[in-house]
């Protein structure tokens, strides 16, 4: 997508800065003296600084193409500069995997300190200029070399690969003090028409991490938020103006930021987080993107995300939906997921998918109602997240019954319409694993009780919360384990069992998708919840219940649901099978849409060419919507 052309002085431009001096009156750069990095900021920035080469090798192109494959961080060390951290865009996978990569110690090891006063260290010179340029109001300029024909120091000539050819470097500031330079490397020289967008991502990048570092050191001094704050850092925009503002229901402020997207050449605000009390001292956290001109549909999108994610797993739906169709996009946090979603004081209960169904989703509809009377909402969700709405709309006279809550949003009237991605029916541990159904089997040989034991040993208590709640990772490794153990039940089992690659059943990820999911994307998970999927899948075949069994969801939504529906299946998804979707043609709907996608149940969402495709056709959906 072609970008708005700007002067690539005014790209450099620091905003509320126009600092400026004569040239006959300007010092030669050589001639600046670089002070060491603060000792507070070394020591704050050195629990980070992995985060600037994670997220140097993570850049893509906007045509999806990774931009480095390989990065190091120079940092200043009092009067020299030295290699401090490394990354490569292919190994951030076993990063994520907390898997010992053989060679990056080696090659930190290997790297030796250059004194900055040494004339051939060109980084040296580099931080110089750079601190020229930022007195002038100026952000650093990007330095391009060509590590093969310009020169470079000895002790750096002697690391470089055959793969290392070119090389682009990012000075960086903190408070206004540099700390170091952020290298990224290539072996294949940057086209003409690559420059400018990569040096605008460049830009964002170097403000996000001075703004992100500034911020923790002075208040909560958090190198963890820091880190992740880098990581997942919308490098295709660029932030405008920072405000913290008030809402008539919540005392917290909310984070809004006028950003400019590089990639969709708009303006849009991101606000951060809508904080929505629900039940039992719970809440539900929103963010929302509007961009600067809204469609004419009329229609707000909440999107929901699925088992064991966080509400960032479907920003890049988010931000296609919202930048180029130009539809206000609220993203859901479920109970749960944050510190600012869990209950301040008292006892905490664990929480199960009828809190998602009858709690929290309603409390949002009338949320966003109250803010936007005129307007109707489309649920777009993935995996659970899409049982929620359905599940809630058609079992709504049994739900408000049952709890005897007469004023309850009507569907009909709060939604548009639902849009469904891999969302099953009922839960199916059969799925295409070899030894699965085994396993439910076996499940179905063992006491209740121990089910509810072998559960309940994968627990941990994080949150700062007495509430028990199950890690992503230790949930397949109990899956793994219990496969295991069922062995004395069949002979027919076979190696293959249900992995978190299994779970995203993506083909194409690049580690740097992997890396973000497993740091970011996936959280933890009420034991209740994961108590409610097997009891439903033991007790009763082809149905999801509720936790006390009054409610049958699955049987109620093909009898029931009547709302307009956008069901996406993924063909090679091995978590939700199409035959978990069989009955979606059976549906009252008189507006039904079924469309598939050769994409697994996280990747479906993640990949780039399938998220464009997909948005496109939900977009043609909507605006044929009433």
């Known amino acids: ?50 985060s600037f080469t994670n997220k140097m090798v993570s850049l893509i192109h906007f045509d999806d193409e990774p931009v480095f494959s390989f990065s190091i961080f120079e940092v200043i060390d009092n009067d020299q500069m030295k290699i401090v951290s490394t990354a490569t865009h292919f190994k951030l996978k076993e990063i994520a995997e907390r898997r010992r990569i053989p060679g990056f110690d080696e090659y930190i090891k290997k790297s030796r300190p250059i004194p900055l006063s040494d004339p051939r260290n060109e980084s040296a010179r580099f931080i110089q200029k750079a601190i020229i340029d930022f007195n002038k109001g100026l952000r650093p300029e990007i330095q391009i070399i060509n590590l093969k024909e310009e020169e470079i120091h000895p002790e750096k000539k002697v690391l470089l690969s055959d793969t290392m050819n070119y090389a682009v470097g990012l000075p960086l500031f903190v408070n206004e003090n540099p700390i170091g330079i952020l290298w990224g490397i290539t072996k294949d020289p940057l086209r003409e028409d690559e420059i400018r967008p990569l040096m605008l991502q460049l830009y964002s990048l170097f403000d996000v991490i001075d703004f992100v570092t500034a911020k923790e050191m002075e208040t909560a001094n958090d190198p963890y938020i820091a880190q992740k704050n880098i990581e997942k850092a919308d490098t295709v925009s660029n932030s405008r103006n920072l405000f913290y503002t008030t809402t008539k229901d919540q005392k917290e402020p909310v984070t809004s930021i006028i950003f400019k ?75 749960g997921r944050s510190r600012q979603t869990m209950p301040k004081h008292g006892k905490k209960e ?152 299994d779970f995203v059943g993506y083909k194409e990820i690049t580690p740097p998708e992997w890396y973000f999911l497993m740091e970011d994307v996936f959280c933890e998970e009420s034991v209740s919840v994961i108590m409610q999927f097997f009891q439903s899948q033991i007790s009763n075949h082809r149905s999801f219940l509720s936790q006390d ?48 996608y050769d994409q697994g149940h996280l990747g479906i969402i993640f990949h780039p060419e399938t998220v464009r495709k997909m948005t496109e056709g939900i977009n043609d959906w909507i605006t044929k919507l009433p």
């Open 1 to 50: 997508m072609a970008i708005e052309e700007t002067p690539y002085w005014d790209d450099r431009l620091i905003k509320n800065s126009a600092r400026g001096s004569s040239k006959s009156l300007m010092v030669n750069p050589e001639k600046i003296y670089v002070f060491p990095v603060p000792k507070p900021t070394f020591q704050f920035i050195e629990n980070i600084w992995q």
């Open 350 to 501: 664990g929480w199960t998918v009828d809190n998602y169904i009858q709690d929290d989703f309603p409390e949002v509809l009338r949320w966003i109602r109250w803010h936007y009377p005129s307007e109707r909402t489309v649920v777009v969700g993935h995996s659970m997240g899409g049982m929620i709405p359905r599940f809630y709309a058609s079992s709504y006279d049994i739900i408000k019954e049952l709890k005897e809550e007469f004023n309850l949003p009507r569907p009909e009237e709060h939604l548009a319409g639902v849009v469904s991605i891999t969302s099953p029916n009922y839960i199916s541990l059969k799925s295409n694993f070899i030894g699965l159904d085994t396993i439910k089997k076996g499940f179905g040989l063992m006491p209740h009780q121990m089910i509810s034991d072998m559960i309940l040993s994968m627990a941990s208590f994080s949150m700062q919360a007495t509430i028990q709640t199950i890690d992503l990772k230790k949930f397949f490794k109990f899956l793994l384990n219990l496969h295991s153990s069922l062995r004395t039940f069949s002979y027919d089992i076979g190696t293959k069992v249900l992995t978190i690659k």
């Open 549 to 596: 069994g009054k409610i049958n969801y699955t049987e109620n939504f093909i009898k029931n649901f009547n709302l307009p529906i956008y069901s996406v299946i993924g063909t090679v998804d091995q978590i939700v099978p199409e035959d978990t979707l069989s009955d979606l043609a059976k549906l009252p709907s008189e507006n039904k849409v079924i469309t598939k």
């Open 261 to 335: 997207s590089h990639q969709y050449n708009m303006e849009y605000r991101m606000d951060a987080s809508f904080i929505i009390p629900t039940t039992e001292g719970y809440a539900v956290s929103l963010k929302s993107f509007t961009p600067e001109k809204l469609n004419s549909t009329g229609k707000n999108l909440l999107l929901i995300p699925g088992f064991f994610c966080r509400r960032s797993v479907m920003d890049k739906l988010a931000k296609e939906l919202a930048l180029k169709y130009g539809y206000r996009v609220f993203l859901m946090d479920m109970r």
